[in-house]
T-cell receptor, first 114, second 114 residues
Framework: KAGVTQTPRYLIKTRGQQVTLSCSPI?????VSWYQQTPGQGLQFLFE???????NKGNFPGRFSGRQFSNSRSEMNVSTLELGDSALYLC?????????????FGPGTRLTVT | AQSVAQPEDQVNVAEGNPLTVKCTYS??????LFWYVQYPNRGLQFLLK??????LVKGSYGFEAEFNKSQTSFHLKKPSALVSDSALYFC????????????FGAGTRLTVKP
């Protein structure tokens, strides 16, 4: 089975711009989660989707949004980029949430905001 | 809200010696506990999980972890460390019955010296 794929792998944007990141989960996985990883804050939960519905949301401003499509692929969008948004954005997929399924992570998208 | 603490930023062990990476958690409901490993320039990989049942769980690459409910701990262990075990290790908890989202610890960098 193919793993979780994320596109693009690297991105450079300017403050004030917006960005869309994409994630394709493992075939058959219906849950997709997004995380922000930075050296200072570690891994922070952004949001989780299951069957096109947002199930949980972390403590991030409204500039961060996401969605999930009927084929389970997910996108996250960050509007009005700030320098502090520079991070590795990780996507993870799993079969579900409440059943204790483990998450499988993609390689991440490295976003640099200048 | 749930939280995870990894009290050691760095753990150093000699090859062949046993290793322990510590994790404590705080949840309102029942915990689902996970360990992940991140090798340089790679995504997170699932190691093992505790959902229910036997407190000692075994995972990939010879790792195991013991769930201790009274001490709210889930320490990762390996009887004999390898140089190739050197990586960043993350403990994570999903608070079932509460908000269900996955929260990660800050990570512990394990260095195994030959």
């Amino acid at each position: 089975k193919a793993g979780v794929t994320q596109t693009p792998r690297y991105l450079i944007k300017t403050r004030g711009q917006q960005v869309t990141l994409s994630c394709s989960p493992i075939s058959g996985h219906r849950s997709v989660s997004w995380y922000q990883q930075t050296p200072g804050q570690g891994l922070q939960f952004l949001f989780e989707y299951f069957s096109e519905t947002q199930r949980n949301k972390g403590n991030f401003p409204g500039r961060f949004s996401g969605r999930q499509f009927s084929n389970s692929r997910s996108e996250m969008n960050v509007s009005t980029l700030e320098l502090g948004d520079s991070a590795l954005y990780l996507c993870a997929s799993s079969l579900g949430t409440e059943q204790g399924y483990e998450q499988y992570f993609g390689p991440g998208t490295r976003l640099t905001v200048t | 809200a749930q939280s995870v603490a990894q009290p050691e930023d760095q753990v150093n062990v000699a090859e062949g010696n046993p290793l322990t990476v510590k994790c404590t958690y705080s949840v309102s409901g029942n915990p689902y506990l996970f360990w992940y490993v991140q090798y340089p320039n790679r995504g997170l990989q699932f190691l093992l999980k505790y959902i229910t049942g036997d407190n000692l769980v075994k995972g990939s690459y010879g790792f195991e972890a013991e769930f201790n409910k009274s001490q709210t701990s889930f320490h990762l262990k390996k009887p004999s460390a390898l140089v190739s075990d050197s990586a960043l290790y993350f403990c994570a908890v999903r608070d079932i019955g509460n908000n269900n989202d996955m929260r990660f610890g800050a990570g512990t960098r394990l260095t195994v010296k030959p």
